[in-house]
């Protein structure tokens, strides 16, 4: 959001990102200005390099940033752990909205049902076919937690 407005469809995850943070150096926001310049250098590394999925460079910092704070947990460093929390906050509120998991449920049993009748030794195929449909509204160890569990049944 740019000052309280939401953005137009058309503007890039990476201009929104510059948006935001002329914002918070103009607020003086110090840990949101630092956890957005990561985020920006890490979205203009990928377009350089040619990977233009914005969303992709995204769900993966987040996912870095959820398994930092796992880590740092582990390791009783607490201090360490809400830093990179409020980063993967703050990635996340440029990604999709998440599916709930009762639409998780229903898009994994239309996935199913078209598949026709699968084992578990199909999972690596239905999971292909999911994680398609489900297109980075869910984490893939949710997606992945309940294909198994219906190929079980």
Known sequence: MRGGQPYPLSVSVTERVKSDLTVAMKAGEKARVGALRLVLS?????????GADELAVLRREHKRRIEAAQVFRDAGRDELVAGEEAEAALIEGYLPAQM???QLGELIARV???????????MGRVMKLAMAAVDGRADGKRV?????QRLDH
């Open 100 to 102: 709930s998991d009762e």
């Open 42 to 50: 890490e979205l203009q590394k990928a377009a350089k390099e040619g």
């Open 144 to 148: 992945s937690a309940l294909v198994k």
């Open 112 to 122: 199913l049902a078209e598949a026709g009748p699968l084992a578990l030794k199909d």
